[in-house]
């Protein structure tokens, strides 16, 4: 499988060594990786040895010219699936979705109120605690689970 991952955070917490470590296994297994990073991230550190393309975004959304050139990667790359990781990443996928067909999973890693969440095509929950949240909070349907 062809899977970009887009992880906005620029230095070390759970959702990043989360990314980092899925990023790993999904290589491992045979799949295609490409990592949407901000400049200076140090998940890029530590994939540098591995085989995968990484490329940097501010991930601004606008203007669109961001989310533009993204959305020519995706649809150059044959890129069969994005999976975005932090608040910043979230809200650039669900725009990437207004630029390309590519599918977008987000991993909810903490619990905030933040509608663009509904818009994904699949949320991860990394317990049932932030599962329910979703849920209640960011009309999360048990459909896009």
Same mark, same amino acid.
Request: positive net charge; charged residues 20%.
């Given at each position: 499988?062809?899977?970009? +991952?887009?992880? *906005?955070?620029?230095?070390?917490?759970?959702?990043? &060594?989360?990314?980092?470590?899925?990023?790993?296994?999904?290589?491992?297994?045979?799949?295609?990786?490409?990592?949407?990073?901000?400049?200076?991230?140090?998940?890029?550190? +530590?994939?540098? *040895?591995?085989?995968?393309?990484?490329?940097?975004?501010?991930?601004? %959304?606008?203007?669109?010219?961001?989310?533009?050139?993204?959305? !020519?990667?995706?649809?150059?790359?044959?890129?069969?699936?994005?999976?975005? &990781?932090? *608040? %910043?990443?979230?809200?650039?996928?669900?725009?990437? %979705?207004?630029?390309?067909?590519?599918?977008?999973? /987000?991993?909810? &890693?903490?619990?905030?109120? +933040?509608? &663009?969440?509904?818009?994904?095509?699949?949320?991860?929950?990394? *317990? !049932? /605690?932030?599962?329910?949240?979703?849920?209640?909070?960011? +009309?999360?349907? %048990?459909?896009?689970?």
């Amino acid at each position: 499988m062809n899977i970009t +991952q887009v992880i *906005s955070g620029r230095g070390v917490n759970g959702a990043v &060594h989360h990314c980092l470590l899925l990023t790993r296994e999904l290589i491992r297994r045979g799949n295609e990786v490409t990592l949407v990073c901000r400049p200076g991230a140090w998940i890029a550190r +530590q994939l540098a *040895s591995e085989s995968l393309d990484v490329v940097f975004s501010d991930l601004n %959304r606008w203007p669109v010219d961001e989310l533009r050139r993204m959305a !020519d990667l995706l649809d150059r790359k044959g890129v069969e699936v994005v999976h975005t &990781h932090m *608040s %910043r990443a979230h809200f650039f996928g669900v725009l990437l %979705r207004l630029f390309s067909e590519t599918p977008c999973v /987000a991993t909810a &890693h903490n619990r905030r109120f +933040q509608p &663009h969440w509904m818009f994904n095509d699949l949320v991860i929950a990394v *317990s !049932d /605690a932030t599962r329910r949240y979703h849920e209640t909070y960011n +009309q999360i349907g %048990r459909a896009s689970w």
